[in-house]
């Protein structure tokens, strides 16, 4: 039912690239009110477990429910209508335009522009988000003036734009300055404590366990180990698959 259980449910995940199995029967939970990571070395399939969430890549095999609901054949934007919102590892803000207005955009899987609310409210709810991101002094800026930090900033307040019930973060630490990753760590804290899930991929390991309470740890295209940061930390299988590279 979609009250109770984990919030996103994968189970037996697939997807090929000719012969490589980028994602090859990938199962794991998110559960509700938590922060999950994902890690893994590098071309173990974690950003393609990303796109098969979102909808960006189709699985060949495979279920994901959110709250009870299957939504794997759902195109993007019904996943985001569903409560589903993500960042990129690469931001893909317009530089061109203002930092308020990229939050305005409808871009691919918003909500902007279906129907809902009005553009003053809209515009109202930019603003808030961007004072929460510490970016609201810079509403009026040209986006692509912005150092990539604070770009990785605007990314994450467009995805909350949807006010999504889970968060999917794809290296949000990757190539921002310490300042940066202190104030992120606190947003993500923030937001949590305000009822959002998130699930988060990175490459920090120091990050991730600070920052998780449960962890997914992925090896050739699946799940080969989950648990709490404490325990993860000191398995020895982990530290050869997520070391070993
Ligand atoms: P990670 O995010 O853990 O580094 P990826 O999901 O990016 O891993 O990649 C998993 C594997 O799938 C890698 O071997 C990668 O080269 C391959 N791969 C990913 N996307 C494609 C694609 N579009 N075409 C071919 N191979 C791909």
Redesign the pocket.
């Known amino acids: 039912s979609p009250g109770t259980g984990p919030l996103l449910v994968v189970e037996g995940l697939t997807r090929h690239?000719?012969g490589?199995r980028?994602?090859d029967g990938c199962s794991f939970t998110v559960e509700r009110g938590s922060i999950t990571g994902l890690i893994?070395?590098?071309?173990?399939?974690?950003?393609?477990?990303f796109?098969l969430l979102d909808g960006g890549l189709r699985a060949q095999a495979g279920t994901v429910h959110l709250a009870g609901r299957p939504i794997h054949a759902l195109p993007p934007h019904r996943r985001a209508r569903a409560g589903l919102a993500r960042t990129y590892q690469a931001t893909r803000i317009f530089p061109s335009l203002t930092v308020l207005e990229n939050l305005l955009v409808p871009g691919r899987g918003s909500r902007a522009g279906s129907g809902t609310g009005s553009v003053a409210g809209s515009t109202t709810r930019a603003r808030e988000w961007l004072e929460f991101v510490g970016m609201g002094e810079y509403a009026g800026h040209p986006a692509g003036r912005l150092s990539y930090g604070q770009q990785k900033l605007v990314e994450l307040a467009q995805a909350l734009m949807l006010e999504p019930r889970l968060l999917l973060l794809d290296e949000p630490a990757a190539g921002i300055n310490p300042a940066l990753v202190e104030r992120l760590c606190e947003i993500i804290r923030t937001l949590n404590r305000g009822g959002m899930t998130v699930l988060i991929?990175e490459h920090d390991l120091p990050l991730v366990l600070s920052l998780c309470d449960r962890v997914h740890v992925?090896a050739e295209?699946r799940v080969l180990a989950s648990g709490p940061p404490g325990r993860i930390e000191h398995d020895p299988a982990v530290q050869d698959a997520y070391l070993g590279e």
């Open positions: 690239f000719g490589v980028a994602v893994g070395p590098n071309g173990s399939g974690k950003t393609t477990v796109n991929v992925m295209g």
